[in-house]
Structures are given as C-alpha cells and as structure tokens.
C-alpha cells in the first residue's frame, strides 16, 4: 500500500525557516517523481515545487522561488521541503504528492495527509 | 500560465440525482486533464486523468469528458460520500501545473 507521511509543519515568525518531510512507503520511491502542493485555509489546491525521480530536473512555482528548495533522499525514501524566507501567505497545508505513472506526468495518484504551516508573529 | 476555471461555485444537488461539473481552461491542454475529490480534512483523491479515464478504484458513476478547453465532470446518481469538492488540473503545459478553484456539491 502506498503511504506518504509527512512532517515538520507548525509556527513560525515571518521570515523565519522550516524543513518539510515526506516519508514513502509501500512503492520503489526512486523510480517515481514527487510534487509539493499546498492549500491556504479555506482555499483552493496550489501548486509548490516538482522533482524528477533522479533529482535531475526541478520546478517551482513563481511564488515560492528562490525561497523553498525541494530534494529528496531516495535511499530514505524521503522527499523535502526547505521553507526560507516564510510569509504569512504561505500559510497553508502541505501536501506531498506522488505521480501516478513512474515514466511520465498525468496526474498525481497519491497523496499524504498533510502538515499545517503556520506563518505568524 | 493556464488558468483553470470552474463552474458552478457551488452545486446543489438531492442525492439519488445526476451532478455535473464544468471546467474551462484558457487555452487548449488537449486531453490533459484530471479531477480530484476533496472531503473536509482529508487530502484530494485523484478520480480521473486523461480527461475521461477513472483512477483505479473510482466507482462508474464517476465520468469525465471533454477535450480542449472544456471539461466536464459528471456524477451520474450521488451518493451520500460524494459530497465533497472537485477540482480540476491541468498537465498539459507545465510548470505551472494549475488547478481550478473548485466546485462545491453539498445537499440540497
């Protein structure tokens, strides 16, 4: 069964940092890429970040550039997430997502529970 | 950026009736296309990609349509566990991958 469990969610003061995880389970973690997505309280679903399965190729939303920095450990089976430079709008719940083919993108098939972010003085 | 609209806001419907769920993209994305069911608390589950193939697991009531730039998500009789939100995604030009911002069936 496929799991994803993430962590490393809570307060902190804007402008301050956090380290995201997604802990996977139940499927060869290095054969699939990963994506983060978020969702502010009370809103929609929002695209973070995408790594490839190798790490080779990495995306990110023009909102969090240059602040968050997605990795992953595939001898951990662990993907990241560090946060810098928080804000209060990137409040919200994390997800970590998994694709749900190995070779190519059409969807995300699997999703962990999430861990609340909170940005606030 | 593809922006992904969706319509209505908010859907209305009696359980036991047939719920239908639009979803426009400003731009083609072909066949790239998913939908996700979204419960109170719990994370989006993935019922269709392809614009009309069900994920493993999803029931026949769930079925997707559309191609271009109008996408239709319909619930042939809902059930009490469907209300829910939905969103659409597109894949076909990313990054950004962008979702709608949702359609809310509750119970008229």
């Given amino acids: 069964e496929v799991q994803l469990v993430e962590s490393g969610g809570g307060l902190v003061q804007p402008g301050g940092s956090l380290r995201l995880s997604c802990a996977a389970s139940g499927f060869t973690f290095s054969s699939y890429s990963m994506n983060w997505v978020r969702q502010a309280p009370g809103k929609g ?6 790594i490839s399965s190798s790490s080779s190729t990495i995306y990110y939303a023009d909102s969090v550039k240059g602040r968050f920095t997605i990795s992953r450990d595939n001898a951990k089976n662990s993907l990241y997430l560090q946060m810098n430079s928080l804000r209060d709008e990137d409040t919200a719940v994390y997800y970590c997502a998994r694709d749900r083919k190995w070779d190519y993108y059409d969807s995300s098939g699997y999703w962990g529970q999430g ?7 | 950026e593809i922006v992904m609209t969706q319509s209505p806001a908010t859907l209305s419907v009696s359980p036991g009736e047939r719920a239908t769920l639009s979803c426009r993209a400003s731009q083609s994305v072909s066949s790239n296309l998913a939908w996700y069911q979204q419960k109170p608390g719990q994370a989006p589950r ?4 392809g614009a009309s193939t069900r994920a493993t697991g999803i029931p026949a009531r769930f079925s997707g349509s559309g191609s271009g ?5 319909t619930i042939s009789s809902l ?3 469907d209300f829910a939100v939905y969103y659409c995604q597109q894949y076909n030009n990313w990054p950004p991958l962008t979702f709608g911002p949702g359609t809310k069936v509750d119970i008229k």
């Avoid at chain 1, 679903?45 to 995408?50: G, R």
């Avoid at chain 2, 730039?69 to 998500?73: C, D, K, N």
């Fill in chain 2, 46 to 49: 993935l019922l269709i990609y």
């Fill in chain 1, 45 to 50: 679903l929002e695209w973070v970040s995408y």
């Fill in chain 2, 69 to 73: 730039t109008e996408f239709t998500l």
């Fill in chain 1, 115 to 121: 861990t609340l972010v909170t940005v606030s003085s």
């Fill in chain 2, 79 to 81: 059930q009490s566990e």
